[in-house]
């Protein structure tokens, strides 16, 4: 269901450290491919873990697309590091790429929950230039709290401004209306 007047925000959100390895953030536009159970879906959660196959998931367990389909990593290979063009590796050998994509309207992505978008235009997804992808690092939220308490206030101080209009209207009503009365 469309809702009119809705519009989300996909700005750039600050990166915070981690240091995990699996911890991946992304700087500039772009999503992460997931290759879920009902369908594909985006999202910038980079916060990846390993299944019990050793394959990259979501935090809610939902695959990680990778170029060459879904990325397989084993520990006892080493360690992992990713490249800031997505390159993944264990102990020097590339063990595949995260595929990073964005979208010529954003309106396009619908919220799917648990941080994922489904493309609800059916618009095509494009591979993301100038991106750069962050090892150790998540995106934090990009909500600026003051700015959004100042606005909460300015919004509640208009409605009450509204209330008090419609209050004197009907008052003012009431009183034409036993005004009117009593002249007949």
Do not use: C
């Not at 196959?53 to 360690?79: N, Q």
């Amino acid at each position: 269901m469309r809702r009119a007047g809705l519009a989300r925000d996909f700005s750039q959100g600050a990166l915070s450290q981690t240091g995990r390895s699996l911890d991946i953030g992304i700087e500039g536009e772009g999503f992460f491919k997931i290759a879920a159970a009902r369908g594909e879906r985006f999202t910038r959660d980079g916060r990846f873990t390993l299944d019990d196959t050793g394959r990259l998931v979501t935090s809610g367990g939902e695959p990680v697309a990778g170029d060459a389909g879904d990325i397989i990593l084993a520990p006892s290979r080493g360690e992992v590091t990713v490249a800031k063009d997505g390159t993944i590796s264990q102990n020097g050998a590339r063990t595949g790429k995260l595929s990073v994509w964005q979208f010529a309207s954003m309106s396009a992505l619908e919220k799917d929950g648990d941080g994922l978008y489904r493309n609800s235009g059916n618009q095509a997804a494009t591979a993301a230039e100038g991106v750069k992808l962050h090892q150790g690092s998540v995106e934090s939220s990009n909500v600026q709290p003051v700015i959004e308490i100042t606005r909460m206030i300015e919004v509640s101080r208009e409605y009450e401004r509204i209330a008090r209009m419609m209050d004197q209207t009907s008052q003012l009503n009431t009183e034409a209306i036993q005004r009117l009365g009593k002249v007949t």
